[in-house]
């Protein structure tokens, strides 16, 4: 078995510009901090296998592509957040279980199974209607949303952070 060996100082480092990042962009990473530096070792053995920040709670195809839903943070933190205070592996939390007034609970999975995620269209309602031509492309951000018109995507989400790849063309 190749074991990937990764530092304290790493897992130190990693946290404290997720911490910052997270607290600058409204987010929190949760309190439990030995829990959460073990969910930051994670991430760092997923980039040494993968190349990305695969979620260390959910299995990886090492196909960057089929597993861009699951890049930390990932497609589903912002809802999970939004109905059970927590993303589904704990690493970002609501002010509630920061402050300790609530506890963790398990989540469902809202990944599809691998089967259907291939069959998944995007539905098509009428957004379109009343826009002319748009002098450029519209590019949404599918982690938190974000919508920019230019013509390729930011390099960096600068509300969330998400890499370039986490944005999908939203209307043309």
Known sequence: MNEINISQRQID???????????????????????????????LVNEKRYGYWSCPCRL???VKEKDLDIICPCDYRDQDLSEYDTCYCGLYVSVVILNGEK????????????????????????????????????????????????????????????KKERFERFLE
């Open 103 to 162: 506890k963790i609970t398990k989540i469902p999975e809202r990944r599809p199974p691998k089967a259907e995620r291939g069959k998944i269209e995007k539905k098509s309602g009428n957004v379109t209607a009343g826009i002319s031509k748009l002098s450029k492309p519209v590019w949404r951000c599918k982690v938190c949303g974000y919508l920019c018109a230019r013509d390729a995507p930011p390099e960096v989400c600068p509300i969330c952070k998400a």
């Open 60 to 62: 990886a195809t090492a």
């Open 13 to 43: 480092k990693l946290y404290e510009k997720l911490d910052k990042e997270a607290e600058t962009s409204g987010y929190h990473l949760n309190p439990d901090k030995e829990f959460t530096r073990e969910l930051i070792e994670g991430l």
